[in-house]
């Protein structure tokens, strides 16, 4: 399947606003794949597909993933939001037609990060969080610019801002820390002094 017609069957699935946030994604990601050597085309690929199950519904996403063994941790069941992300990597390969496994981890670990992700699934990560039309951090133009020279220093930054942000919310159920995350945080907070 061509990227085009994957393109016109997610914007049948998506949101306007979130097709928006879909197209600046991608836009970032091709700038980033351009500075990392990273192939332009799977970069945009991986990013036009990150959100596409996000509106699938709570129970059709842990019928998704029980149905292809992939475990929902109770945090998961407790935020079905999280589960977009596994959910996405399924439905691009059934419906979008990915045999990319390197895309589909992309896809699967856009919101929580992993322990040593690739280039693609860095990039991937950090083009979600700081697409032009992201608002939510006072600090986000100072990560689009250190995401041009240091990409595992932004992750660190991205991942120290959102354990932080979730913390601060702890008492907060649907506000808890992904261990995904914080396996992640742990992984990359070294990369903070570079």
Do not use: W
Not at 85 to 107: N, R
Not at 109 to 132: A, N
Not at 148 to 168: G, M, R, S
């Amino acid at each position: 399947m061509k990227d085009k017609k994957r393109f016109e069957i997610l914007c049948k699935n998506l949101k306007p606003k979130r097709i928006t946030h879909t197209e600046g994604v991608m836009e970032y990601a091709v700038m980033l794949s351009k500075i990392y050597g990273v192939d332009e085309k799977r970069a945009r690929r991986a990013a036009m597909l990150h959100d596409c199950a996000k509106y699938v519904s709570t129970e059709d996403k842990i019928k998704l993933c029980n149905d292809h063994n992939i475990e929902v941790t109770n945090i998961e069941r407790n935020n079905p939001e999280l589960l977009h992300a596994k959910a996405g990597a399924i439905l691009a390969k059934e419906i979008y037609e990915v045999d990319d496994e390197e895309i589909l981890s992309a896809i699967t670990y856009h919101t929580t990060g992993k322990p040593d992700m690739t280039m693609l699934e860095k990039i991937i990560f950090v083009s979600d969080y700081l697409e032009k039309g992201r608002t939510h951090s006072p600090r986000l133009d100072e990560y689009r610019e250190v995401s041009k020279v240091n990409l595992d220093k932004c992750v660190a930054l991205i991942l120290e801002e959102t354990c932080i942000y979730l913390k601060e919310r702890e008492n907060n159920q649907l506000k808890a820390i992904d261990p995904m995350t914080k396996m992640s945080y742990e992984y990359y907070k070294i990369h903070l002094n570079d």
